[in-house]
Nanobody, 130 residues
Framework: QVQLVESGGGLVQPGGSLRLSCVGS????????MGWFRQVPGKEHEDREF???????????RYAESVQGRFTFSRDTSKNTVFLQMNSLKPEDTGVYYC????????????????????WGQGTQVTVSS
């Protein structure tokens, strides 16, 4: 069973950047479908928005259209950590960002469905405002 801890959130002006980190413990994150989701203001926890995910078997990955070209996923296997680099941030990117992991290699259609992920971090707040 894997435990996830996110960090790196904060307050940033529009156009700014942040890098979120998600550290895993208890198991190797390389073996899991890894996802990033966000809960935006006014939405319920069950309605977390898909941001990014990657399949551990074939490396296929998917970004939400709203973040394509602005957000970039990376990982440091030696530190069992995944990252989400967020550039050109917009006010609509505001929300609580969650790292998620699932031991099943999820395909491109399934990987965007939050309810399929077994393990979640506690979330980190990102606020984009002037």
């Amino acid at each position: 069973q894997v435990q996830l801890v996110e960090s790196g959130g904060g307050l940033v002006q529009p156009g700014g950047s942040l890098r979120l980190s998600c550290v895993g413990s208890g198991d190797t994150l390389d073996y899991y479908t890894m996802g990033w989701f966000r809960q935006v203001p006014g939405k319920e926890h069950e309605d977390r928005e898909f941001v990014f995910a990657i399949n551990p078997s074939d490396g296929s990955q998917r970004y939400a259209e709203s973040v394509q070209g602005r957000f970039t996923f990376s990982r440091d296997t030696s530190k069992n950590t995944v990252f989400l680099q967020m550039n050109s941030l917009k006010p609509e990117d505001t929300g609580v960002y969650y790292c998620a992991a699932d031991p099943v290699p999820l395909g491109r259609q399934l990987m965007k469905k939050a309810h399929l992920y077994d393990f979640w971090g506690q979330g980190t707040q990102v606020t984009v405002s002037s």
